[in-house]
């Protein structure tokens, strides 16, 4: 069973992407701050993570950096979320090491799409 | 004693008025004695006794014999002339010098009111940079606290929806599926809002790129062919190959989506066409439809913010109010472009949109 790493504030999306995730039977582990994602990453290792870019404590652009430069974490597929949908966002991210995009509000049949594929494209 | 005072001597007895000593002459006197040249012994006490001589018995000697005065005489007309010449001289110099410092002075206020009207636009510059700053924040946090409740609303309601946990009572879910269309519909308004303010603060960003005409009327078209098959009606296209552009995609597929929307929105049989055709420096998009068509007092109207066609139609329709405004303006400001529209009243209307195929490119 492929586990899951939620990096979210918000309890809401934390809940409703959960609940996509288990109902598409992925394990998950939930980090409620940016520091918290990073260090979960590195321990727990999961299969692909799920990252917010708008986080209270540290940029979502920072968690990225640190986890890509983290020894154990480097090679996690990570999509992001983001509600911000400014044009020039998708190539930021990208550009920064995400493997996916999802914007929000959420599509539940776009997140496990997003998953699938930036899986596939790390594997 | 020299030539000068046996001049003057000789002036004095010969009663020679008209002669004067005038100026100084490089002669000077000196007491001396004559001495004849083959007694030259007496030279040396003769020397001697002239020293002995004291100042006041020179000066009678002196008095006696220099009864000359001489002064230094004047031209007077060249005097005159050549003090005004002078003057003259003077005055032009002096007019000159003021008139360089008055020049000076003037140079200097310019200098000095350039100096300070540039400061002036550096502060205003400092201070617009901050403004448009300020709005990016404005619209980037707008956009994302009004997104976050969608979320949720958009989000949960879609899950329940689908029945994912439990099969939902009849009610309930004629319920749930309003609310997430509810949901879906604030979405689309805030997004085209969104997109309006950027426009109007010029934030849009234009992403030029290179692709094939055809290749996104068919993306466009695919996107909405299931909603019109559910409708009981057809799609057909007519674009031709090989044609290719050099603009926003995403912009430009914003608009024929537009125009299809409505189209299908608004008929509720027959065909819809979509038509490209290929000019020399131009594309022309158009979207025909069969449906009700719109009254020469509408058209005028239809493409402004928030305004829709009185129609039975509009209420089943949905949609923001705001489609065409922005259609128009992506087509005008960001795309270089033109929109229009042909409609006859009960027989269907033609949407259609002319951009350049090359995007030419803003300083």
Redesign the interface.
């Known amino acids: 069973m492929t586990t899951a790493l939620v990096i979210e504030d918000?309890p809401?999306?934390m809940l409703?992407i959960c609940?996509?995730l288990e109902?598409n039977d992925c394990g998950v582990l939930k980090a409620e701050t940016g520091l918290q994602g990073v260090s979960m990453a590195k321990e727990l290792v999961p299969d692909f993570i799920l990252l917010d870019i708008?986080l209270p404590d540290i940029d979502g652009y920072k968690v990225l950096q640190r986890i890509r430069a983290s020894e154990e974490a480097r090679s996690i597929p990570i999509v992001a979320m983001t509600?911000?949908?400014?044009?020039?966002d998708r190539e930021k991210l990208m550009d920064s090491g995400c493997d996916g995009y999802i914007e929000?509000?959420?599509?539940?049949g776009v997140v496990m799409e997003q998953i699938q594929r930036a899986i596939g494209g790390k594997a | 004693m020299g030539n000068l005072t046996v001049a003057g001597y000789l002036i004095n007895k010969t009663g020679l008025t008209n002669i004067k000593v005038a100026a100084p002459t490089p002669y000077d006197y000196d007491l001396s004695i004559g001495v004849r040249k083959d007694w030259p012994e007496l030279i040396p006490i003769l020397d001697r006794a002239l020293l002995l001589i004291d100042e006041e018995q020179r000066n009678a000697i002196q008095q006696r014999w220099l009864k000359l005065h001489y002064e230094v005489g004047v031209d007077y007309a060249l005097v005159k002339r050549m003090a005004i010449a002078v003057v003259i001289i003077i005055l032009l110099i002096t007019g000159w010098m003021l008139f360089i410092q008055r020049k000076d002075r003037m140079l200097g206020a310019a200098k000095a009111e350039t100096e300070a009207a540039n400061i002036e636009l550096q502060k205003a510059n400092i201070k617009l940079k901050e403004l448009d700053r300020l709005k990016s924040m404005f619209i980037a946090s707008i956009s994302h606290e009004l997104r976050t409740p969608l979320n949720s609303i958009i989000g949960f309601s879609g899950i329940m929806k689908c029945g994912a946990y439990s099969e939902l009572d009849d009610k309930y879910q004629d319920y749930i599926t309003r609310i997430n269309r509810s949901g879906l519909h604030l979405l689309a308004l805030i997004t085209d809002i969104i997109d309006i303010s950027k426009l109007e603060s010029g934030r849009i960003d234009i992403i030029v790129s290179d692709f094939e005409l055809d290749e996104m009327v068919f993306e466009a078209v695919d996107s909405i062919r299931q909603q019109v098959e559910n409708k009981g009606m057809s799609l057909e296209t007519g674009v031709s190959k090989g044609i290719s552009m050099h603009t926003d995609r995403t912009r430009l597929l914003q608009c024929l989506l537009n125009f299809l929307s409505n189209a299908m929105k608004f008929s509720e049989h027959g065909t819809i066409y979509v038509m490209a055709k290929e000019q020399p420096e131009n594309i022309l998009l158009s979207v025909r439809d069969t449906g009700i068509g719109i009254s020469e007092k509408d058209c005028l109207r239809l493409f402004e913010a928030f305004e829709r066609i009185d129609s039975h139609l509009s209420v089943k329709a949905g949609g923001t109010g705001l489609g065409l405004y922005l259609t128009k303006k992506i087509a005008t400001e960001l795309l270089q472009g033109e929109v229009g529209l042909e409609t006859r009243l009960g027989k269907g209307s033609t949407f259609w949109i002319s951009v350049p195929k090359m995007l030419a490119a803003r300083d």
Do not use: C, H, R
């Open positions: 918000n809401d999306n409703l609940d996509i109902f708008q509600s911000y949908a400014m044009v020039g929000k509000p959420i599509d539940p």
